[in-house]
C-alpha cells in the first residue's frame, strides 16, 4: 500500500510536500528514538508523539517511508524544514496513538 | 474486554495481578511519553508502553490505571515487578510490538480512549 | 455550623473513634492504703506526675506529684495514700467519643483524665492529651518515622482539632537526578489523601500534578521540596527548588516546548508537557523563577466547591 492511501483513508494531514507515492512495508509505532533507531525497518511507516527535529534524523538513518503525528501534535518549524530537506512525508492527526495504529493495522489486514 | 482477554490476544505473560485477570479494561492507551499518559489516558484503561522503567508504573498509579502491558518482549526489573505488585497494578510483558499490539487489541473491539465515554 | 464536605477526615475521627481506642491500658495504680513514701520511687521510675488511687478495682482517688512534695515539705511521708489524695475527680468513661475527650482537656486545663468502664466502674485506662494525638495519627497511618514525611507538630495538631481548622501538613525532599526513586513524593502524597477519605477525582489530580512537578525537580533542577498543605477548604502544594531556573516562563507554558535532552526523552519525559499539565489538573497554579535561583511553584485543588466542568484532567 502506498503512504498516499493510508494518508487518505486514515484521514491525515500531510504536512509536506511529495513523496506520497512510496510504498509501506509497514508500521512502527515509538515514541523513544532509540527504540525506532534500533528496530524500525526499512520502508516502515513511524507513529509518534515526538515533534522534535531528531525525528527526521532518524527517519533518514533508517530510510523510513514517512512520519504520523498523534494527538493533535504539530511538528516543530525546525523538523518541517528538515522534513522538507530530507523528503521525508511528514502527517498529522487528532487521532490518539492506539486508534491510528488500530486503524492503519485494520487496513494493512483488509489487503 | 477482560485483562484475561488481553493476556489471550497478545500472548501475554502475566507478571503480577494473577488474581485480576476477570477486572474489565475500559480502553486502549499506547504511549512512551508519561506526560502525554498523564494528561490524557482514563482511569480503568490499560497502558501499553515501551518505557520499561519504574517511571511507567508510577505513571499508572498516578493516573489510576490497573494494567501496563510492555511490548517487544521487554523484561522488567524486579524493583519495578515490586513496584508494581505493590501499588496493585497488573503487570503484562507480550513480544509483539506496540503497532501489532495496539492494532490486535483494537480489531477485537477495545476502544481508545478518545473514543471511551464515562 | 459546617457542612459534611468541610469536615476532614480527623475531625471526623475525633466523633468515630472512642476514648478506649486510644487510651493507656496498662496503667500503674496503688492502693488507698499504701503510704505515701511508697511514692517516691514509683512517680521517679515510671517518670509519671499522677497515680489514680484504685480500691478493689474502683477508682477512688488520684494522687500527684505535688500531693506527694506536700507531704515531703510537711514531714508526713508515712501517712496513708487515702488521707492525701484528691477525690473529686473528672473521668471519662470508656466508649464515649474522642471528641468529649477533647473538650475536657480544653476546659479544664488537666493533663489527664482517668477512664472508667461504663458497664462495670471500674477503672480501664488513663487518657492524656498525647495518647489522643497518636491514636488519631496512627489511625490514620501516618508514620512519624518515614524519613519523606516530617512530623507535624502534634501539639499543634491538637490545637488545630480544638478550633475547628485542622491544617496537615506534610514535606518532602526531592532528590536531583534520582529516576529509581523519583514518584515516591507523590506516590506517599496519593496514599495518605486517599487513607484520608478525600474524592478519588482531586486525589487523581493532585497526584498528577505532583507527579509531574516532581519529575520537573528530578530532571532540570539541583533538588527541591514538595510541601503539601491540607486544610478542609483545599488542597495547596508547594515546590520549590534552588536552581537553575526558567528563563521564560511563557515558553515553558506552551505545551510541545521543552529544553529537555534527548536522554530523559528516551526515559520518556521532557516531552514539554509537565507544565501544561500541571496547569490543567489544578485549580489554580502560580509560577514564579528566577534564573540563577529557582523556581517555586504553588499549585492549589478547591475542596469546597463542587468539581468544576472542565477541570481536571477527566474531561
Redesign the interface.
Same mark, same amino acid.
Given at each position: 500500500m502506498v503512504l498516499g492511501t493510508i494518508a487518505d483513508k486514515l484521514g491525515l494531514e500531510v504536512k509536506t510536500s511529495g513523496g506520497l507515492t512510496a510504498e509501506v512495508t509497514g508500521a512502527y509505532v515509538s515514541d523513544l528514538l532509540s527504540d525506532v533507531i534500533g528496530n524500525s525497518e526499512k520502508g516502515n511507516i513511524w507513529i509518534t508523539l515526538q515533534v522534535h527535529p531528531n525525528i527526521i534524523a532518524v527517519a533518514t538513518l533508517k530510510e523510513l517511508a514517512g512520519i504520523i503525528l498523534v494527538n493533535s501534535r504539530q511538528p516543530e518549524e525546525e523538523t518541517l524544514k528538515k522534513a522538507e530537506e530530507e523528503q521525508i512525508p511528514l502527517m498529522t492527526t487528532e487521532l490518539p496513538t492506539f486508534q491510528v495504529a488500530g486503524r492503519l493495522y485494520k487496513l494493512i489486514g483488509e489487503c | 474486554m477482560t485483562v484475561k482477554e488481553i493476556v489471550k490476544i497478545l500472548d501475554c505473560r502475566v507478571l503480577t495481578g494473577e488474581r485480576n485477570l476477570d477486572s474489565e479494561v475500559k480502553? +486502549?492507551? +499506547?504511549?512512551?511519553?508519561?506526560?502525554?499518559v498523564?494528561? /490524557?489516558i482514563?482511569?480503568g484503561a490499560i497502558l501499553?508502553?515501551?518505557?520499561n =522503567?519504574?517511571?511507567?508504573i508510577?505513571?499508572a498509579?498516578?493516573?489510576?490505571v490497573g494494567v501496563v502491558c510492555f511490548v517487544?518482549g521487554k523484561q522488567p526489573s524486579e524493583?519495578l515487578i515490586a513496584l508494581a505488585r505493590e =501499588?496493585e497494578i497488573t503487570l503484562l510483558t507480550t513480544s509483539l510490538?506496540? /503497532?501489532?499490539a495496539? +492494532?490486535?487489541?483494537?480489531?477485537n473491539g477495545l476502544? +481508545?480512549?478518545?473514543?471511551y465515554k464515562? | 455550623m459546617i457542612g459534611e464536605r468541610d469536615i476532614t477526615k480527623v475531625q471526623e475521627l475525633v466523633y468515630e473513634m472512642k476514648v478506649e481506642q486510644v487510651m493507656t491500658k496498662d496503667i500503674i495504680s496503688v492502693s488507698p492504703h499504701s503510704l505515701m513514701i511508697e511514692l517516691r520511687d514509683l512517680l521517679r521510675e515510671k517518670r509519671i506526675s499522677g497515680v489514680p488511687v484504685v480500691d478493689e478495682g474502683r477508682l477512688v482517688g488520684l494522687v500527684s506529684i505535688e500531693d506527694f512534695i506536700k507531704c515531703l515539705a510537711e514531714g508526713e511521708i508515712d501517712i496513708p495514700i487515702k488521707d492525701r489524695m484528691s477525690i473529686n475527680i473528672k473521668t471519662l468513661y470508656n466508649n464515649e467519643p474522642l471528641v468529649q475527650a477533647v473538650e475536657e482537656f480544653d476546659r479544664t486545663g488537666y493533663g489527664r483524665f482517668p477512664v472508667i468502664d461504663r458497664e462495670s466502674g471500674e477503672l480501664v485506662g488513663i487518657i492524656t492529651k498525647g495518647d489522643i494525638v497518636r491514636g488519631l495519627l496512627k489511625k490514620i497511618e501516618i508514620e512519624y518515622h518515614a524519613e519523606e514525611i516530617h512530623r507535624y507538630r502534634a501539639s499543634h495538631f491538637f490545637e488545630d482539632i480544638v478550633a475547628d481548622k485542622t491544617t496537615l501538613i506534610f514535606q518532602y525532599k526531592v532528590i536531583s537526578k534520582d529516576f529509581n526513586r523519583a514518584g515516591q513524593t507523590s506516590s506517599g502524597l496519593k496514599k495518605t489523601l486517599r487513607r484520608m477519605g478525600m474524592p478519588s477525582k482531586v486525589i487523581r489530580r493532585v497526584a498528577i500534578a505532583t507527579y509531574e512537578a516532581e519529575m520537573n525537580i528530578v530532571v532540570f533542577t539541583d533538588g527541591g521540596q514538595i510541601t503539601a498543605r491540607i486544610t478542609p477548604q483545599e488542597i495547596r502544594i508547594d515546590i520549590v527548588d534552588s536552581g537553575p531556573g526558567i528563563p521564560d516562563i511563557e515558553k515553558a507554558m506552551q505545551p510541545g516546548f521543552s529544553t529537555a535532552p534527548d536522554w530523559i526523552r528516551e526515559l520518556g519525559f521532557g516531552a514539554g508537557m509537565g507544565l501544561p499539565n500541571i496547569k490543567k489538573c489544578s485549580d489554580q497554579m502560580n509560577l514564579d523563577s528566577t534564573v540563577g535561583k529557582g523556581t517555586h511553584l504553588e499549585i492549589t485543588f478547591n475542596l469546597n466547591e463542587k468539581m468544576k466542568l472542565g477541570s481536571g484532567n477527566d474531561s
Open positions: - | 480502553a +486502549g492507551c +499506547g504511549c512512551d511519553l508519561m506526560s502525554d498523564l494528561a /490524557f482514563k482511569p501499553l508502553t515501551g518505557l =522503567n519504574p517511571q511507567a508510577r505513571t498509579e498516578m493516573s489510576d517487544r524493583e =501499588n510490538p506496540m /503497532f501489532d495496539c +492494532g490486535k487489541l483494537y480489531t476502544v +481508545g480512549w478518545s473514543e464515562e | -
